[in-house]
T-cell receptor, first 113, second 115 residues
Framework: GQQLNQSPQSMFIQEGEDVSMNCTSS?????WLWYKQDPGEGPVLLIA?????ELTSNGRLTAQFGITRKDSFLNISASIPSDVGIYFC?????????????FGEGTQLTVNP | DAGITQSPRYKITETGRQVTLMCHQT?????MFWYRQDLGHGLRLIYY???????DKGEVPDGYVVSRSKTENFPLTLESATRSQTSVYFC??????????????FGPGTRLTVL
C-alpha cells in the first residue's frame, strides 16, 4: 500500500519559535490534509490542499502541496503552548471525500513556555 | 450539533469476548470509516462504508466485522477479541459529492484494552 514518511517524529521548541514538518510519499496524491490531535481526542482537520503547488494558510499555519504531488509541508509560526499535540499528514488518492486516506505516523510537538 | 460520537469511550475486555464499538453521526454523511491508532503506526483503516449496506475492507480488516443498516450508524465488532486488538479506535465520516472540497471528520475515539 501507500507509504507516507512524516518527519520529524518529535519536536521540542520554545514558545515563539517557528516549526516546520513535512511528509513525503512513494506515490502521487490528489489531496493532502493536515490534522492535529490533542490528547484523548480525535484528529481535527487544520488545512486541506487540493492542487499541486497550492499554498494555504490558516492563521499561524501554512501548508503547501508539493509540485510533484508526492510531498507536503506544514509550518507553524510563532508557536504558543496550545500548539502542543500530534500533527498528522494524510494523503487522499481519489477525487471525492470517500477516497481512502493514508496517514503519516505523526509529529509530536512540545512547546515550552 | 452533536457531529460524530463514539461509545463507549473506554472499554476493557478479555481475550475471546465479543466487543462492539458504536459510531453515530448526525450530519447524514454518506461515507463512514473505522481506523485504529497504535504507536508507531499512525492511523490505519480497518473498514469503510460508502453508504448504507455498502462496506469494504481497509488496510487491516482481519478480526473485525462491520455493518451499516442506517446511514448514521456504523458499528465495529470484534468477534473474538485478541490482545493485538488493544488500541484506540476512531470513527470518521465524510459527505458525498463535490470533488476535493469535503474531507473526513473524526470522532473522539474509543480506547479498548484486551486483557
Amino acid at each position: 500500500g501507500q507509504q507516507l514518511n512524516q518527519s520529524p517524529q518529535s519536536m521540542f521548541i520554545q514558545e515563539g519559535e517557528d516549526v516546520s514538518m513535512n511528509c513525503t510519499s512513494s506515490s502521487i496524491f490528489n489531496t493532502w490534509l493536515w490534522y492535529k490531535q490533542d490528547p484523548g481526542e480525535g484528529p481535527v482537520l487544520l488545512i486541506a490542499l487540493y492542487k499541486a503547488g497550492e499554498l494555504t494558510s490558516n492563521g499561524r499555519l501554512t501548508a503547501q502541496f508539493g509540485i510533484t504531488r508526492k510531498d507536503s509541508f506544514l509550518n507553524i509560526s510563532a508557536s504558543i503552548p496550545s500548539d502542543v499535540g500530534i500533527y498528522f499528514c494524510a494523503g487522499q488518492e481519489g477525487e471525492t471525500s470517500g477516497s481512502r486516506l493514508t496517514f503519516g505516523e505523526g509529529t509530536q510537538l512540545t512547546v515550552n513556555p | 450539533d452533536a457531529g460524530i460520537t463514539q461509545s463507549p469511550r473506554y472499554k476493557i475486555t478479555e481475550t475471546g469476548r465479543q466487543v462492539t464499538l458504536m459510531c453515530h453521526q448526525t450530519w447524514s454523511h454518506s461515507y463512514m470509516f473505522w481506523y485504529r491508532q497504535d504507536l508507531g503506526h499512525g492511523l490505519r483503516l480497518i473498514y469503510y462504508s460508502a453508504a448504507a449496506d455498502i462496506t469494504d475492507k481497509g488496510e487491516v480488516p482481519d478480526g473485525y466485522v462491520v455493518s451499516r443498516s442506517k446511514t448514521e450508524n456504523f458499528p465495529l465488532t470484534l468477534e473474538s477479541a485478541t490482545r493485538s486488538q488493544t488500541s484506540v479506535y476512531f470513527c470518521a465520516s465524510a459527505k458525498r459529492g463535490g470533488p476535493f472540497r469535503d474531507t473526513q471528520y473524526f470522532g473522539p475515539g474509543t480506547r479498548l484494552t484486551v486483557l
